[in-house]
């Protein structure tokens, strides 16, 4: 069945960095886009990075461009956070998440906290 796993998070202070990993299986994980999602207390979840299957091609949301950075590893089927110049107001749970078909998965979350 489709396993999403995540890891990598923990506490940071701000200006610090973590990466986030996503260890995927029970799927062609080659052939589908990844993304992963942050959600904070008390709000929605929201997209924070996507890249398609080959890779080639990324999105994120407008308050992480040029801090966040999201890649993978087909060969290890594994998509990543680089999450650089954190601040406060990126602690969340983060998650992992993929579509097949018309059914979204979603792996446990990883709690980043961003604090001093």
């Known amino acids: 069945q489709v396993q999403l796993v995540e890891s990598g998070g923990g506490l940071v202070q701000p200006g610090g960095s973590l990466r986030l990993s996503c260890a995927a299986s029970?799927?062609?994980?080659?052939?589908?886009?990844m993304a992963w999602y942050r959600q904070a207390p008390g709000k929605a979840r929201e997209l924070v990075a996507a890249i398609t299957g080959a890779g080639g091609n990324t999105n994120y949301a407008d308050s992480v461009k040029g801090r966040f950075t999201i890649s993978r590893d087909n060969a290890k089927n594994t998509v990543y956070l680089q999450m650089n110049n954190l601040k406060p107001e990126d602690t969340a749970v983060y998650y992992c998440?993929?579509?097949?078909?018309?059914?979204?998965?979603w792996g446990q979350g990883t709690q980043v906290t961003v604090s001093s």
């Open positions: 029970g799927f062609p994980f080659s052939t589908y886009a």
């Open positions: 998440t993929t579509v097949l078909g018309v059914q979204p998965y």
